[in-house]
Protein backbone atom coordinates (compact mmCIF):
# COMPACT_ATOMS: atom_id res chain seq x y z
CA UNK A 1 0.00 0.00 0.00
CA UNK A 2 1.42 3.67 -1.09
CA UNK A 3 2.23 5.65 2.37
CA UNK A 4 2.85 9.15 1.27
CA UNK A 5 4.94 11.16 3.96
CA UNK A 6 5.58 15.11 4.22
CA UNK A 7 8.01 16.84 6.06
CA UNK A 8 7.78 19.35 7.95
CA UNK A 9 4.23 19.06 9.17
CA UNK A 10 4.27 23.09 9.82
CA UNK A 11 6.48 25.69 8.61
CA UNK A 12 6.81 29.82 9.50
CA UNK A 13 9.15 31.84 7.82
CA UNK A 14 9.48 35.44 7.27
CA UNK A 15 8.29 36.18 4.07
CA UNK A 16 11.04 36.47 1.41
CA UNK A 17 13.07 33.57 2.33
CA UNK A 18 13.39 30.54 -0.07
CA UNK A 19 12.00 27.66 1.42
CA UNK A 20 11.69 23.76 0.17
CA UNK A 21 8.44 21.24 1.22
CA UNK A 22 10.04 17.43 1.22
CA UNK A 23 7.23 14.83 0.05
CA UNK A 24 8.05 10.82 0.55
CA UNK A 25 6.49 7.88 -0.93
CA UNK A 26 6.98 4.32 -0.33
CA UNK A 27 6.03 2.35 -3.52
CA UNK A 28 8.27 3.97 -6.64
CA UNK A 29 5.88 2.56 -9.19
CA UNK A 30 3.98 5.95 -9.43
CA UNK A 31 2.42 7.58 -12.46
CA UNK A 32 2.83 11.06 -11.90
CA UNK A 33 3.63 13.36 -8.84
CA UNK A 34 1.26 16.46 -8.02
CA UNK A 35 1.73 19.18 -5.74
CA UNK A 36 -1.89 20.97 -4.38
CA UNK A 37 -2.31 23.94 -2.60
CA UNK A 38 -5.15 23.86 0.15
CA UNK A 39 -6.62 27.00 1.45
CA UNK A 40 -8.33 26.95 5.53
CA UNK A 41 -11.74 25.40 4.42
CA UNK A 42 -11.19 25.50 0.71
CA UNK A 43 -10.83 22.59 -2.07
CA UNK A 44 -7.10 22.54 -3.85
CA UNK A 45 -5.70 23.85 -6.63
CA UNK A 46 -2.95 21.79 -8.30
CA UNK A 47 0.18 23.89 -8.80
CA UNK A 48 2.58 21.16 -10.62
CA UNK A 49 2.29 18.07 -11.90
CA UNK A 50 5.27 15.84 -12.81
CA UNK A 51 5.20 12.74 -15.21
CA UNK A 52 6.91 9.62 -14.06
CA UNK A 53 9.10 9.83 -17.25
CA UNK A 54 10.19 13.93 -15.65
CA UNK A 55 12.46 15.60 -13.24
CA UNK A 56 11.12 18.77 -12.42
CA UNK A 57 8.52 21.56 -13.27
CA UNK A 58 8.38 24.67 -12.70
CA UNK A 59 5.53 27.71 -12.63
CA UNK A 60 6.98 31.06 -11.90
CA UNK A 61 8.13 31.05 -8.47
CA UNK A 62 7.82 27.11 -7.75
CA UNK A 63 9.44 24.13 -8.94
CA UNK A 64 8.99 20.86 -8.22
CA UNK A 65 11.56 17.72 -8.39
CA UNK A 66 10.97 14.06 -8.56
CA UNK A 67 13.65 11.38 -7.71
CA UNK A 68 11.69 8.35 -8.09
CA UNK A 69 14.45 5.72 -7.30
CA UNK A 70 14.71 7.40 -3.79
CA UNK A 71 10.86 8.05 -3.24
CA UNK A 72 11.34 11.82 -3.03
CA UNK A 73 10.15 14.85 -4.26
CA UNK A 74 10.28 18.06 -3.33
CA UNK A 75 8.55 21.53 -3.73
CA UNK A 76 10.89 24.56 -3.67
CA UNK A 77 9.29 28.12 -3.12
CA UNK A 78 10.91 31.06 -4.16
CA UNK A 79 11.26 34.40 -2.63
CA UNK A 80 8.42 33.25 -0.19
CA UNK A 81 5.42 35.96 -0.17
CA UNK A 82 2.08 36.16 3.07
CA UNK A 83 0.01 35.10 0.08
CA UNK A 84 1.65 31.74 -0.33
CA UNK A 85 0.75 31.02 3.27
CA UNK A 86 -2.00 26.99 3.07
CA UNK A 87 -1.40 23.73 3.41
CA UNK A 88 0.65 22.52 0.67
CA UNK A 89 -0.19 18.40 -0.30
CA UNK A 90 1.80 15.94 -2.27
CA UNK A 91 -0.12 13.45 -4.21
CA UNK A 92 0.81 10.30 -6.54
CA UNK A 93 -1.22 9.17 -8.83
CA UNK A 94 -1.80 4.76 -9.11
CA UNK A 95 -1.34 3.33 -12.52
CA UNK A 96 -4.56 2.01 -12.28
CA UNK A 97 -7.47 4.61 -12.41
CA UNK A 98 -5.58 7.38 -11.62
CA UNK A 99 -6.99 7.79 -7.67
CA UNK A 100 -4.27 10.30 -5.71
CA UNK A 101 -2.60 8.95 -2.79
CA UNK A 102 -2.01 12.04 -0.76
CA UNK A 103 0.36 13.62 2.14
CA UNK A 104 -1.02 14.83 5.25
CA UNK A 105 0.60 17.71 4.31
CA UNK A 106 2.54 21.00 5.35
CA UNK A 107 1.24 24.28 7.01
CA UNK A 108 2.67 26.92 5.50
CA UNK A 109 2.65 30.73 7.13
CA UNK A 110 4.85 33.40 5.57
CA UNK A 111 5.24 36.54 7.59
CA UNK A 112 4.95 39.81 6.72
CA UNK B 1 -16.06 26.26 -17.78
CA UNK B 2 -17.43 27.17 -13.92
CA UNK B 3 -15.44 24.60 -12.78
CA UNK B 4 -16.10 21.81 -9.78
CA UNK B 5 -19.16 22.58 -7.72
CA UNK B 6 -20.94 20.96 -5.02
CA UNK B 7 -23.98 21.25 -2.58
CA UNK B 8 -24.35 22.03 -0.07
CA UNK B 9 -20.94 23.71 1.39
CA UNK B 10 -21.68 22.64 4.89
CA UNK B 11 -24.47 20.39 6.21
CA UNK B 12 -24.79 19.95 10.26
CA UNK B 13 -26.98 16.70 11.22
CA UNK B 14 -27.27 14.78 14.07
CA UNK B 15 -26.51 11.11 14.38
CA UNK B 16 -28.58 8.63 12.72
CA UNK B 17 -29.94 10.77 10.12
CA UNK B 18 -29.28 10.58 6.45
CA UNK B 19 -27.47 12.91 4.24
CA UNK B 20 -27.08 13.51 0.41
CA UNK B 21 -24.22 15.64 -1.15
CA UNK B 22 -24.18 16.68 -5.00
CA UNK B 23 -20.95 17.03 -6.95
CA UNK B 24 -21.55 18.68 -10.54
CA UNK B 25 -18.56 18.27 -12.45
CA UNK B 26 -17.03 20.35 -15.19
CA UNK B 27 -18.92 19.94 -17.91
CA UNK B 28 -18.00 16.81 -21.06
CA UNK B 29 -15.42 15.67 -17.94
CA UNK B 30 -15.92 11.83 -18.23
CA UNK B 31 -14.36 10.72 -14.50
CA UNK B 32 -15.36 11.71 -10.83
CA UNK B 33 -14.10 10.70 -7.94
CA UNK B 34 -14.60 11.05 -4.36
CA UNK B 35 -12.72 11.68 -1.43
CA UNK B 36 -13.21 12.65 2.40
CA UNK B 37 -10.54 14.65 4.02
CA UNK B 38 -10.58 14.81 7.94
CA UNK B 39 -8.63 17.51 10.06
CA UNK B 40 -5.03 18.22 9.71
CA UNK B 41 -4.75 15.09 6.99
CA UNK B 42 -4.78 14.41 3.48
CA UNK B 43 -7.78 13.70 1.49
CA UNK B 44 -8.43 9.73 1.45
CA UNK B 45 -10.39 8.23 -2.03
CA UNK B 46 -13.38 6.71 -1.32
CA UNK B 47 -14.53 6.25 -5.15
CA UNK B 48 -14.48 6.68 -8.78
CA UNK B 49 -16.48 6.96 -11.91
CA UNK B 50 -15.97 6.46 -15.36
CA UNK B 51 -19.27 8.40 -16.81
CA UNK B 52 -21.89 6.39 -14.81
CA UNK B 53 -19.98 3.16 -14.36
CA UNK B 54 -18.38 3.10 -10.93
CA UNK B 55 -14.99 1.40 -11.33
CA UNK B 56 -13.86 1.29 -7.54
CA UNK B 57 -14.61 1.63 -4.12
CA UNK B 58 -12.44 2.13 -1.07
CA UNK B 59 -12.45 0.44 1.68
CA UNK B 60 -13.30 2.91 3.31
CA UNK B 61 -16.67 3.08 2.19
CA UNK B 62 -18.69 1.24 4.73
CA UNK B 63 -22.70 0.05 3.49
CA UNK B 64 -23.70 2.96 4.58
CA UNK B 65 -22.19 5.29 1.98
CA UNK B 66 -23.35 4.79 -1.67
CA UNK B 67 -22.76 6.85 -4.18
CA UNK B 68 -24.34 7.50 -8.40
CA UNK B 69 -23.92 8.90 -11.52
CA UNK B 70 -26.84 7.93 -13.03
CA UNK B 71 -26.23 9.57 -16.11
CA UNK B 72 -22.54 9.83 -16.47
CA UNK B 73 -22.80 14.35 -15.38
CA UNK B 74 -23.58 14.82 -12.00
CA UNK B 75 -22.89 12.69 -8.48
CA UNK B 76 -24.79 12.34 -5.11
CA UNK B 77 -23.15 10.51 -2.22
CA UNK B 78 -25.56 9.44 0.46
CA UNK B 79 -24.87 8.86 3.66
CA UNK B 80 -27.70 6.60 5.78
CA UNK B 81 -27.68 6.84 9.99
CA UNK B 82 -24.59 8.99 10.56
CA UNK B 83 -22.25 8.51 12.95
CA UNK B 84 -19.64 11.42 14.85
CA UNK B 85 -16.88 9.85 12.88
CA UNK B 86 -18.67 10.68 9.46
CA UNK B 87 -17.22 14.60 10.43
CA UNK B 88 -15.06 15.67 7.99
CA UNK B 89 -14.61 17.35 4.42
CA UNK B 90 -16.19 15.59 1.56
CA UNK B 91 -13.95 16.80 -1.62
CA UNK B 92 -15.04 15.77 -5.54
CA UNK B 93 -13.04 15.94 -8.35
CA UNK B 94 -12.87 15.37 -12.36
CA UNK B 95 -10.83 14.82 -14.87
CA UNK B 96 -11.09 14.77 -18.57
CA UNK B 97 -10.83 11.70 -20.75
CA UNK B 98 -7.71 12.72 -22.35
CA UNK B 99 -5.72 13.58 -19.18
CA UNK B 100 -7.17 11.57 -16.76
CA UNK B 101 -4.46 12.54 -14.09
CA UNK B 102 -5.66 16.37 -14.22
CA UNK B 103 -8.26 16.48 -11.35
CA UNK B 104 -10.08 19.58 -10.30
CA UNK B 105 -11.39 19.97 -6.99
CA UNK B 106 -14.49 21.18 -5.60
CA UNK B 107 -14.52 23.71 -3.00
CA UNK B 108 -15.90 20.48 -0.74
CA UNK B 109 -18.84 20.03 1.74
CA UNK B 110 -18.22 19.76 5.27
CA UNK B 111 -20.07 17.18 7.54
CA UNK B 112 -20.77 18.08 10.97
CA UNK B 113 -22.28 15.21 13.06
CA UNK B 114 -23.56 16.46 16.01
Known amino acids: KQEVTQIPAALSVPEGENLVLNCSFT??????LQWFRQDPGKGLTSLLL?????REQTSGRLNASLDKSSGRSTLYIAASQPGDSATYLC???????????FGTGTRLLVSP | DTGVSQDPRHKITKRGQNVTFRCDPI?????LYWYRQTLGQGPEFLTY????????KSRLLSDRFSAERPKGSFSTLEIQRTEQGDSAMYLC????????????FGPGTRLTVT
Open chain 2, 93 to 104: ASSPRESPYEQY
Open chain 1, 27 to 32: DSAIYN
Open chain 1, 50 to 54: IQSSQ
Open chain 1, 91 to 101: ANGDTGFQKLV
Open chain 2, 27 to 31: SEHNR
Open chain 2, 49 to 56: FQNEAQLE
